[in-house]
């Protein structure tokens, strides 16, 4: 089957931007190596002392988690490296599976990445607090330096997320489900609706984003408590197998399924309602943090600039929010035709 300029020209980008990935995961398990090579030596007092008087920071200065970290988001970019390579390879040979791969991804890069450019254009106007060590005579080179940097990224998730929304619009284009069609001219579309496939991708998301958050020694959070120890364990372990229900749920098209996906938001709009009706509770809870990360005093974030990032940061999340609860509600008839009992054939009267 001829292959359209637009799938080579996708399969080509999604090669080269998985194999960036796998890079990157490559170097930041390298990096955690380092790290933990340097943990380690200055416990040692010899080498401790050769550290001090070298040219390379101190790892005493890095909290202990940090390693353990970069190990989990190297994996995290090589699985993410394996998905984009398997359907950049199905996208070039033409595998019907490979459409609907690319536009999870698309969707998932849209809704990640253009969210994330409105905020880095929302951090180039907050005044972000500098460290003491900064000269005061070169305070406005600092943030004009700074609001670029914020522009520079604005502009990479800008890219980014347009190529996830041109992918979402090309590969439902009629002339290329036609050309991934097992018969030229013919499509027929799958029972699963696109965004109920990303609402379940990112419910799994979910669950790593569990499983990471386990590992590090950070406090969790629950409408008004903090949970620290066996509680955060036990919360997000059963969060977790929550939300890999949801996506099981989602993906098979249960009507269950569907009903504790629209929890799970509800739940997160009371979370995002606490936090902005008690901002008490939530600067409880970023301090803790900021004291399990073992951050120096001179980088910790004031309170103003918490407060402004807290109502933009929650108030885009509950909109995100919203838009899935609205998209539940409109796909729900899918839903309901998946839980109706097949019908058995009626025998014909003679």
């Not at 340097?38 to 890095?62: C, K, R, V």
């Not at 951050?295 to 309170?303: D, E, F, N, R, T």
Request: charge should be positive.
């Amino acid at each position: 089957m001829k292959r359209l300029p637009g799938i080579i020209i996708s399969s080509i980008v999604l090669l080269l931007g998985s194999l960036f990935q796998l890079l990157m995961g490559v170097l930041m398990g390298t990096a955690g190596v380092i790290e933990k090579r340097q943990i380690l030596a200055s416990g040692n007092p010899a080498t401790g002392a050769a550290l001090a008087h070298s040219a390379i920071t101190p790892a005493a200065a890095l909290p202990p988690w940090m390693p353990i970290f970069m190990y989990v988001l190297a994996g995290f970019f090589a699985v993410l490296a394996a998905w984009g390579i398997i359907t950049a390879i199905g996208l070039f040979r033409m595998y019907r599976w490979a459409r609907y791969s690319v536009l999870v991804i698309g969707g998932c890069l849209a809704v990640i990445c253009l969210p994330s450019m409105l905020l880095s254009l929302v951090m180039m106007f907050i005044p972000l607090p500098m460290p003491t060590t900064v000269d005061p005579s070169q305070m406005n080179t600092v943030h004009g330096f700074t609001k670029i940097i914020f522009g520079v990224v604005a502009a990479i998730y800008g890219i980014v997320g347009g190529v996830g929304v041109f992918w979402l619009v090309y590969f439902n284009l009629k002339k290329v489900r036609a050309a991934f069609a097992d018969t030229p001219g013919e499509y027929v579309p799958g029972p699963r609706p696109l965004l109920i496939s990303m609402i379940a991708v990112l419910d799994m998301v979910g669950v790593l984003t569990m499983i990471v958050w386990l590992l590090l020694p950070f406090p969790g959070a629950f409408i008004v408590w903090i949970l620290q120890g066996w509680q955060k364990a036990v919360f997000a372990l059963s969060y977790a197998v929550v939300l890999a229900a949801t996506a099981y749920g989602l993906w098979h098209l249960k009507e269950w399924g569907r009903r504790l996906a629209i929890a799970v938001q509800v739940v997160g709009l009371v979370q995002y309602t606490a936090f902005l009706l008690r901002p008490s509770v939530f600067a409880n809870y970023n301090a803790q943090v900021q004291t399990a990360m073992k951050m120096p005093q001179q980088y910790q974030q004031s309170a103003q600039f918490n407060q402004e990032m807290v109502i933009f940061s929650m108030g885009l999340g509950m909109l995100f929010l919203i838009a899935i609860l609205f998209t539940l509600h409109y796909y729900r008839g899918k839903f309901r035709a998946s839980e109706e009992p097949p019908q058995s054939a009626t025998p014909a009267l003679p």
